[in-house]
């Protein structure tokens, strides 16, 4: 019978990851409603809402830096301090992503997306979203699973580890949907450029999203 490491020591660093996690989960709504608001003609919040996200971002940096600075070297874990750290950049990155988003849309706030290509971009949206807040349920089964080893429990952790691999595709195929309309709309360089690299920032975020899920399992395998 394996003995649950954790409960030998004050803390865990999966108490630091759910916190992170939560404020990554914290900027999906942020996100969606500012997304909603540069689709549309008349909105005039989309900076309130970048803004809200940098806030976000800001606080999620402490608790990285916390995560990092609290972990002991020569600490006895179940897992990694390398895995720990490779699953916490890339769920920062989730959030990384989601603010380069809005700064990426930022620099010609003016220019809408065009029409024929607001339902590809909302698709898009919504696939990151889900992987976005899959994170925070992900973690706390986690956490539950390192407390108490039950196979049941890492079946729970695993079959969200397979979801957020699902999103990740559904993200990629709606990128593809895009850039193939962006490449064949008659559009002025910079404005394809701008399309293009928007669609691949938001599928960046369904990326990361997806290499957390990857720690996870490896950590799993420990």
């Not at 916390?66 to 600490?75: C, L, V, Y």
């Not at 986690?142 to 580890?161: C, G, L, W």
């Not at 490449?183 to 928007?198: C, G, P, Q, R, T």
């Not at 999203?209 to 420990?222: I, S």
Request: charged content about 30%; hydrophobic content about 40%.
């Amino acid at each position: 019978m394996r003995i649950p490491f954790f409960k030998m020591f004050m803390t865990s660093p999966f108490e630091g990851l759910q916190e992170h996690a939560e404020k990554v989960k914290e900027c999906a709504y942020a996100f969606q409603q500012a997304m909603e608001c540069h689709f549309s003609p008349k909105c005039k919040t989309f900076e309130e809402f970048r803004q809200e996200i940098a806030q976000i971002e800001s606080q999620a940096d402490v608790i990285k830096r916390r995560i990092r600075g609290h972990i002991p070297k020569e600490t006895m874990m179940p897992i990694s301090n390398f895995l720990v750290f490779r699953y916490l950049r890339e769920q920062d990155g989730v959030l990384d992503a989601v603010e380069d988003t809005l700064d990426w849309i930022s620099y010609r706030s003016t220019k809408k997306i065009p029409p024929e290509l607001k339902k590809d971009f909302a698709l898009l949206v919504d696939s990151v979203i889900d992987s976005i807040e899959m994170l925070s349920t992900m973690v706390a089964e986690a956490r539950e699973y390192f407390n108490t080893y039950s196979e049941n429990q890492r079946v729970i952790v695993k079959d969200i580890i397979r979801k957020l691999r699902h999103q990740e595709h559904e993200a990629d195929k709606f990128e593809d949907i895009i850039k193939k309309k962006v490449f064949n709309m008659e559009a002025d360089a910079v404005s394809i450029f701008h399309l293009v690299k928007l669609a691949e920032i938001i599928g960046a975020i369904a990326d990361h999203a997806q290499n957390a899920g990857d720690m996870m399992r490896a950590m799993l395998a420990k």
